[in-house]
């Protein structure tokens, strides 16, 4: 292989590391279409070459825009799970905003612990933290990758290593980077239609591509992306409100909650990636997005015989509440009956009482509120790069650039109630719950150089600077969303139900700025020994520095066979929000639906139960891995270990005990309120050991008169919970430890003549722990959770080329309607949840889903 060659790899690694673009001194000739050949490496299913960086020292996977569009999902969490195994994403019907935007795992850690860019920059994080994270994601902040839309993409570049001394934070898990397409003429428009074989869940997507030139020297690449997509349902009516019904209460519906996926409406997308030559080696760029969707999906059902702190008082009897304030006039009512409608104490003393108020005259069937949140997204980046000519820095090669990124979240309750009001609620039952706002700024300055200190080749030596602010801010609902009504002290709850509003003592911005520095040399020692150091000091104006190394390295043994291996250190730093969220959600504990409260971790009632300024979570990674080519043949095996210790989640719910209401006194305004209630918080608890292996394999052959490739990827992670904490339960325990299966793989066959082309991908999934969302593990005998075996489903597409302009094509993801695994029908669960299957699964419960499509290309 060509000196040439090794260098643009090794630039190229150097530029992967650095978050910049293809190496800026490698542009014309031979090299550059080598290195175009690198960076086109694709992924499992591609039909195009092997996916790994055969010239990496740390494993890199390159998922080609193309093949993420041949995924039957709309949705880029969707589409990265189908074609990178050590990726795992799940379906979250009930779970507040987290419903609109999904937490990920790469490598079995939370989704803050995986570093997101967009053409080599920070991608700014969601507003939106999963309260219901499924364990190892409780309380994660990460990016919203689903609004990237895949027509936009000319690759995404998966790095599978810690990389925090290059990066920062977040980097423990491994680094995505998201490619924009920067063709400067050309493009598409597709249609595409698809349903689940359930015939719900309908989804229409159009969107389109164009590039176009920007005066003679420079480019614009647009694209767009417009989606609809309908609700599904996997419910069963629960048996109390079936119980309802046959006691004649015709108010109940059917079901009485609906569990499935959210409906999503007005999802609009809007990308530009803007280049420039300036002359002299240098490039202007800018490129960013605007992104806004409507999502609506549904609550637990309110049964008006036994929800505590609307219709009972917690003790088997009706809630009964004073307009006038005389609680002693209306006594609550014992409930003695299936329909207390019917009751002559209900008719005489609340049916036919102006003064007494119940809220079964409100929703004689019971409620269930409904969940809405309004998603924006907004960022830009500009820059400039190029080779300085002259100066001190002559030679060097730099990048300089700045950006700005925003995602706003805003909630509306609706069929619901603040229970403290009343009878004097809102005409419409509505509620705007309040808003989550992040923002976040940067500042970046790389600069790169060939040094000669007399090896064969010159010595990358890389160095820059950054700076980041980062805000979250809370902005209040309206008044009766949060309102403290007068029947707050006759025991009924306060607030908007399911999802209590920001009050003004919740709304704020916080912030948070750092400063880094480092530095990263790639040198090969001989002609076959690659060595690489990194080194990364960074300042937080909250909890202080913290200076992280990684050491790579990569040796040649003959044409086809290599070894590599990498060590570093690393942390992620706890999120603005983290640190400073209020939020109240409903949560299901010990079958009973209640109120839990999250608080920052140094509010008084957080610290009265053991909260503390939060710190970084602190890794050590270690890997190693092989590296062999043959011909059409290649395939990669890496071990890894990843150690993080200081752990950040959301502890588990901790209830308010009188002695907590007794020590709060004069420190928290009203603590009695919270008496019998439940609150969380963030807290560093527990440490972890991530261990696993990956492989990936590519074959390429003439088969059937025709190309065909052979992929095959493997990915086995197991993590063990080495210390658990004060806050860590056996359950999260156990959830952390099984809940996402510790192997994983896929196989596909793609197959191209000149006028079609297919692909096969077989998907397994090994055994993992089932579970709902929030209940605990002491209940799994009565049907909460349980292990589940390994499964398989098949994914198919096949596309025809009516001429060269248009495409023909018609997929399936679970073609096979592969079932996720059903709750136990004689357990807990099943009633309370109102749903058929676990919804902690690795794939899709909604199961098999088709489309259509057709694409104009230009």
């Known amino acids: 292989m060509s000196i040439k060659f090794r260098t643009g790899t090794l630039a190229l690694a150097v530029g992967l590391a650095l978050g910049t673009s293809a190496p800026l001194y490698a542009a014309e000739g031979t ?15 591609s039909r195009s070459a092997p996916r790994s ?48 935007i999904r937490p990920v795992n790469l490598r079995g850690l939370s989704s803050d612990s995986t570093l997101i860019l967009l053409n080599g920059k920070r991608r700014h994080r969601a507003s939106v933290l999963a309260f219901q994270g499924g364990g190892v994601n409780d309380g994660a902040q990460g990016p919203d ?48 239609q698809g349903e689940y074989y359930e015939g ?75 280049k420039l030559d300036l002359g002299n080696d240098k490039e202007f760029y800018m490129f960013g997005n605007y992104s806004d969707r409507t999502g609506k999906g549904g609550y637990y059902y309110r049964n008006p015989q036994d929800r505590g702190g609307v219709f009972t008082d917690g003790n088997g009897d009706l809630l009964v509440g004073a307009m006038d304030g005389n609680a002693a006039a209306c006594p609550n009512i014992a409930i003695t009956s299936a329909n207390v409608l019917t009751q002559p104490d209900y008719i005489a003393n609340v049916a036919n009482n102006d003064n007494c108020w119940a809220f079964n005259e409100l929703f004689p069937g019971g409620y269930t509120p409904q969940f809405t949140g309004d998603i924006n997204d907004t960022s830009l980046v500009m820059g400039t790069k190029g080779e300085i000519k002259e100066g001190f820095l002559e030679g060097f090669f730099f990048d300089v650039s700045g950006s700005v990124g925003r995602n706003k979240s805003t909630y509306t309750l609706a069929n619901t109630v603040n229970p403290s009001m009343g009878a004097n609620q809102p005409m419409d039952n509505s509620f705007e719950a309040g808003s989550y706002i992040q923002l976040e700024k940067g500042f970046n300055l790389d600069l790169s150089k060939g040094v000669d200190v007399g090896l064969d080749e010159p010595m990358n030596v890389a160095t820059g600077l950054e700076w980041r602010q980062e805000s979250f801010e809370i902005v209040s609902g309206e008044e009766a969303s949060w309102k403290q009504g007068p029947l707050a002290t006759q ?41 690489g150091a990194a080194l990364r000091y960074e300042d937080f104006t909250s909890f202080g520095n913290t200076t992280n190394y990684k050491l790579t390295a990569q040796y040649k043994i003959n044409d086809n066979f290599s070894l590599r291996g990498s060590h570093s250190t690393g942390f992620r730093a706890p999120t603005v929000g983290q640190a400073n969220v209020v939020n109240t959600q409903t949560s299901l504990v010990s079958g009973e639906l209640i109120q839990s409260a999250t608080f920052p971790p140094t509010h008084p009632v957080s610290l009265q139960k053991g909260g503390s300024e939060l710190n970084p979570e602190e890794s050590k990674s270690f890997a190693a891995g092989l590296v062999y080519q043959d011909g059409d043949f290649f395939m990669t095996v890496d071990a890894y270990t990843i150690e993080v210790t200081d752990r950040l989640a959301q502890t588990d719910k901790l209830p308010i005990t009188q002695a907590d209401v007794n020590a709060l006194q004069g420190v928290y305004p009203s603590p009695e309120l919270l008496l019998g209630g439940q609150i969380t918080f963030f807290a560093n608890d527990f440490d972890t050991t991530t261990q696993g292996v990956d492989v990936v394999a590519n074959y390429a052959m003439d088969l059937f008169e025709g190309d065909t490739k052979f992929s095959l990827a493997y990915n086995y992670n197991a993590t063990d919970v080495d210390d658990p904490g004060s806050f860590t339960t056996g359950f999260k325990v156990r959830r ?52 589940v075996g390994s499964s398989f489903t098949v994914d198919a597409s096949v596309s025809y080329f009516v001429n060269e302009s248009i495409t023909l094509s018609v997929g399936a993801n679970n073609i096979f309607n592969t079932k996720a695994q059903e709750l136990q029908k004689d357990g807990g669960a099943y009633g309370v949840v109102s749903g058929v299957y676990y919804e902690s699964g690795p794939f899709d419960y909604n199961g098999g889903f088709y489309y259509v499509k057709a694409t104009y290309n230009f």
Do not use: C
């Open 31 to 45: 090299t550059a279409k080598k290195e175009k050949d690198v960076e086109r490496i694709a992924v499992v299913g």
């Open 53 to 100: 960086v055969a010239e990496s020292p740390v494993p890199v996977d390159i998922v080609g825009g193309d093949e993420l569009g041949k995924n039957a999902s709309s949705d880029m969490l969707d589409m990265l799970q189908g074609a990178i195994p050590s990726f795992n994403v799940r379906q979250q019907p009930i779970s507040d905003a987290a419903s609109f």
């Open 145 to 192: 990758i689903s609004v990237i839309p895949s027509v936009a993409l000319k690759q995404v570049e998966v790095l599978r290593d810690g990389a925090a001394a290059q990066y920062g934070s977040d980097a423990i898990a491994g680094v995505m980077n998201f490619v924009l397409k920067d063709d400067a003429d050309g493009g598409s428009l597709s249609v595409k």
């Open 200 to 274: 719900d869940g309908s989804s229409t997507i159009v969107d389109g591509n164009i590039g176009l030139p920007f005066t003679k020297d420079g480019s614009v690449n647009l694209s767009f992306q417009l989606k609809e997509a309908d609700a599904t349902s996997r419910s069963v009516q629960r048996p109390d409100a079936q119980g309802l019904i046959d006691a004649g209460n015709t108010a109940v519906g059917s079901p009485a909650m609906t569990w499935g996926n959210p409906e999503i409406k007005d999802d609009i997308t809007l990308f530009a990636n803007v």
């Open 491 to 531: 025991g009924f709850s306060v607030g908007s139900h399911g999802f209590a509003g920001f009050s003004p003592e919740a709304q704020g911005v916080n912030k948070r700025q750092s400063i880094a520095a480092y530095v990263d040399v790639e040198a090969y020692l001989t002609e076959d020994f690659l060595l």
């Open 736 to 787: 952390l430890e099984e809940g996402i299966p510790e192997h994983r793989a896929t196989f596909t066959m793609a197959q191209s003549w000149d006028s079609v082309s297919m692909f096969v991908r077989a998907n397994y999934f090994g055994e993992w722990f089932a579970t709902h969302a929030d209940e605990p593990d002491e209940f799994s005998d009565y049907g909460w959770s349980e292990t």
